[in-house]
């Protein structure tokens, strides 16, 4: 049996709220939870997303240190397993 006086109040149906609408019931320690985003209105579910580096980070990495670009290593690789 848990000690009384030192957990707090469960909430076995507390409501998402986003944007002003509940958008689901969950368990939580507060009545309320305020969030801005959910799954419901993020990019990635949605479909929506769309990608904003044009430049991958692996490139950005050997351009920065000055070890060419990622694909020029991958061809290396090729040619020499061709060899």
């Not at 986003?18 to 368990?27: D, I, P, R, S």
Request: hydrophobic content about 30%; glycine content about 8%.
């Amino acid at each position: 049996m848990p000690k009384s006086e030192i957990h707090p109040k469960w909430y076995p149906d507390a409501k998402v709220i986003c944007n002003g609408e509940v958008v689901m019931t969950t368990g939580s320690t507060k009545p309320e939870l305020h969030v801005d985003v959910w799954s419901g209105n993020h990019p990635f579910f949605t479909g929506t997303q769309k990608i904003l580096d044009t430049e991958g980070r692996v490139d950005r990495f050997m351009k920065k240190y000055g070890m060419g670009s990622a694909d020029s290593a991958t061809s290396k690789e090729s040619k020499e397993s061709k060899k």
